[in-house]
């Protein structure tokens, strides 16, 4: 298979240092509106990479949920790999590939966990068969047969048929509070613009261009 071949340039125009806003935060808001009028599929999937304790990174795609000055907010399973390894090592990164838009954004930061009521909160507001399914799977565990996992979510679909689901004490939120937020813009003969955000005070970002 020829991959050397498959190349394109990356002509949606540049990134300059004064149409950036000061907060990584109003930045990235720009971005993500512009990603969901430009249609890219998924636009709120994002990489999460994570470190085990003996150095080993691992990554997986969840979705954002939230973001505002504390940070970005994604939710799973407290007992998954991730979760695991998040409890050993709070360091986290996030990244989203938005190919449509020549443009990538990375996040550096803490993970930390939501409260109970935030998580209670978006947990109640998703469709019944995702509540389900969140109780009914052990993320990241061996699973023997797919057979045992269905059998498990209709038993709990019976048992919740007439009720309100609970809510299960192993699913919720992570927030990551970012310490560096890097801005990509593609640009022509791989001449990229790249700015990188970084925390230099409880409040304040210090701004500098990178190379690409
Ligand atoms: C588009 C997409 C969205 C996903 N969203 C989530 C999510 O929001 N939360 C989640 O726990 N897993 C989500 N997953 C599944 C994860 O990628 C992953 O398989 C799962 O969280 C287990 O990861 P872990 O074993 O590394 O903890 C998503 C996968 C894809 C492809």
């Known amino acids: 298979?020829?991959?050397?071949?498959?190349?394109?340039?990356?002509?949606?125009?540049?990134?300059?240092?004064?149409?950036?806003?000061?907060?990584?935060?109003?930045?990235?808001?720009?971005?993500?509106?512009?990603?969901?009028?430009?249609?890219?599929?998924?636009?709120?999937?994002?990489?999460?990479a994570t470190v085990s304790k003996d150095g080993q990174p691992s990554q997986r795609i969840v979705l954002l949920k939230h973001f505002d000055e504390r940070g970005f907010v994604f939710y799973t399973n407290y007992g998954s790999r991730k979760a695991d390894e998040l409890n050993a090592n709070s360091k986290i990164s996030l990244?989203?590939?938005?190919?449509?838009?020549?443009r990538q954004v990375k996040v550096c930061g803490e993970a930390v966990k939501v409260s109970a009521a935030e998580s209670f909160k978006?947990?109640?507001?998703?469709?019944?068969?995702?509540?389900?399914?969140?109780?009914?799977?052990?993320?990241?565990?061996?699973?023997?047969?797919?057979?045992?996992?269905?059998?498990?979510f209709e038993s709990l679909k019976q048992k919740f048929h007439n009720g309100?689901?609970?809510?299960?004490?192993?699913?919720g939120g992570y927030r990551v509070e970012p310490k560096e937020v890097e801005f990509w813009q593609g640009g022509e003969d791989r001449l990229h613009d790249r700015f990188r955000y970084l925390r230099s005070g409880d409040a304040s970002w210090s701004i500098d261009r990178l190379a690409p």
């Open 1 to 48: 298979m020829d991959l050397e071949s498959l190349r394109r340039e990356y002509l949606r125009g540049g990134l300059s240092r004064d149409e950036l806003a000061e907060d990584p935060f109003e930045q990235f808001s720009a971005w993500m509106q512009q990603a969901i009028e430009l249609e890219i599929a998924d636009p709120t999937a994002m990489t999460v």
């Open 95 to 102: 990244h989203f590939p938005w190919h449509t838009a020549d």
């Open 122 to 152: 978006y947990f109640t507001s998703r469709p019944t068969g995702s509540q389900i399914a969140a109780i009914a799977s052990q993320q990241s565990r061996v699973l023997t047969s797919r057979t045992l996992l269905l059998n498990q």
């Open 164 to 171: 309100e689901i609970p809510f299960p004490d192993f699913w």
